[in-house]
Structures are given as C-alpha cells and as structure tokens.
C-alpha cells in the first residue's frame, strides 16, 4: 500500500516537473497576460467617469475667418494679464483660463471670436469666485496669449511646430494600482524613479529640440485611455511606456534580465518592433542587464492602442534578487534612464 502511494506520488512530481520546464519559457508571457488582465479592469473603471455639460464651440465661438487656430476672449471690465491663470492639461488635452470675479454666465454676458479648430468643447464654471472657462482640445496643443484692450488672445500651437520631435514617456501604474510587489518595493515606484531619472536627463539636453511629455510625474494613476491619447492626441514620434518584471507565480527565481514589448500589428517602416529593439539593446546595455529579447504586446490595452511607434521596457525582473537591488538604486535607475534616453536619440538617428 505505501508502496502505491509513493509511486503515485513520484510519478505526479514527474509530471509536474515536465509540466513546468515545458511552460517555462512562455512565463513572462504568461505575466504579460495578467497586466492585460488587469488593465482591461482599469479601462472599465475609467469608462465610469463622469460627465460634464458643455458648450458647442461652434454656437459660442463667433467665426472669424481672419483668425487660425487663435481665440479672443472678451474679458471682465479691469482684468489684466496678471490677473488670467492658465493650465494646460497635457494628460486631458484641455486648458482652464481662470479669472477673478467670475460672473453667472459668462457666455450670455461676453463675447468670443476667432477660429475654434481645435476647440472640441467648451464650457464655463464658477469656482471660488472665479470664472473659469475649459476647453476640451482635440489634440495636444501649446499656448500663446496676450492680453491686449480688454480681449485675451489665446493661440493653440501644434507641439510638432515648436519641438523637433515630440517624445512620450509613462511610468507604469501609479497610486493604488502598485504593480509587481517585492521585499515591501513597489513596481510603481521603481518605473517612477526610472522616469524621474529620465526626466534629469531630457530636461538638461538644451541641444536637442525635443518636446517630452509624461503620463505621470508622481504618485498618481492615470487610465490606461489617458496614457495612450497622450501619445496619440500629441501625435508623438515616440511612446516609451517603463514597467518591470516579475515571474508568473510572484517567486523569487533565477530569471532575470530586460525585455521589450512590441506592437506586432504596426507594420509600418519605422515600426514598434524596431523600435523595441532599439531600446532592448540600449537599456540592456547600460543596465548590464541580459537581453532577453521582444515580446509581441498587442495583449496590452496601450501598445495595440497606440497610433504612434510604442515600446513597453520591462527593465528587469523585481523577482531576481540581483535584479531587484539594482532597480532599487538610484545608480541603476539612472543607468537604465540614460539607456532609454540613448534608444530615443538612436530612433530618432533612424528617421523616427
Ligand atoms: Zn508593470
């Protein structure tokens, strides 16, 4: 009888065994299926939001043809430049012009003129007093105004005509949605300090004209849709998505080492895959990590999402001790910083 038992017991652990070397190297596929998971779930919730009633531009903005791509805005009696705030919100593509004494309605009692191209909605509020005028863009634009003779004139400028190239860049997860944990480090805070790291080196490049704009540059989770739009509503040359790895099962392991997934259904010339490629070779390389090669990632909601070149960078593996204490340092956060910054330089050496 114990001799039946043992051997049924021995010939489970065979199987088992087989079973494992065989999936084995589809593991970090297998994680990649669970981010695809996770993320069609944050999709759902940020389908949720709420919505806010707005204006057609079309019936508040009187058309003035002489005017492109340019806005005047009537004023409130006394207002001057000094007293107009502005914020440009990249991420939602809309722009908030905040005054002081904000009347009811602002559009029953002043005027606008010019050209609303760009303008996809727009809608007036008071808050604190303040009268503030948002304008949903249907694209990523830069500002320009002037205040001249009671009239605020606001111009929306394509970034792609004020930058050289245009680059975005997203920290993986963010608040509450933590990514891999391990030994009490958050993934999230990991793809963070990469970015932060990457962020020290753009900005001190005064040489190149690159234009860079971040899916987050703190402690905040944006969707997965807000991510994507940004790249795509700011029709950047780029979009490098920083996330790392961990083995299927959450184990410590072995496996270790930097890979790059791809969009396979982008089959243009200068394509996700070669710009995968791109970056595994420059951030494996200043990491001293081991290339494990690409991965097609049309699983992840952001790289079949995309309309511009994506690269996702799994820089290395948080399950691998040796892995983990690298991208726990602020040397290496800043070496595979440096490497991503080298793969934009190379892509862009390519025509990107
Ligand atoms: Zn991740």
Known sequence: MDKKVLKAVTVFLGILTILVCVTFPFFPKLHTYAVAAREARETARANEHITIKRQDPEKVV??????????????????????????????????????????????????????????????????????????????????????????????????????????????????????????????????????????????????????????????????????????????????ISVHNNSSASGKMTGMNGTQVLYSESDDSELSSQRLAQICLDYVSSAFESTSIGLLPGDDIYIIRSSEVPVALVEVGFMTNADELAKLNSQEYQAKAAEGIYEAIKQAFEEGY
């Open 62 to 239: 009187e058309a003035d043809n002489s005017m492109s791509a340019q806005l005047k805005i009537e004023l409130p009696q006394g207002l001057t430049e000094q007293d107009i705030s502005f914020e440009n919100d990249y991420l939602d593509q809309t722009i908030y012009i905040r005054f002081p004494n904000g009347v009811d309605d602002y559009f029953a009692d002043y005027s606008m003129s010019g050209s609303s191209d760009h303008i996809a909605g727009i809608s007036y509020y008071k808050e604190n007093g303040d009268g503030v005028i948002m304008m949903e863009l249907d694209q990523v634009c830069e500002l320009q105004d002037t205040v001249d003779s009671g009239y605020l004139y606001v111009n929306f400028i394509d970034p792609h005509e004020i930058y050289d190239k245009v680059v975005v860049i997203d920290a993986g997860h963010g608040a509450k949605a933590v990514g891999a944990v391990k030994q009490g480090i958050y993934e999230k805070d990991i793809d963070l300090a990469i970015v932060l790291e990457l962020k020290k080196i753009l900005d001190a490049d005064t040489e190149d004209n690159i234009g860079v704009y971040y899916t987050r540059t703190d402690d905040s989770d944006p969707s997965l849709e807000k991510r994507v739009q940004l790249a795509n509503k700011a029709k950047a040359d780029l979009f």
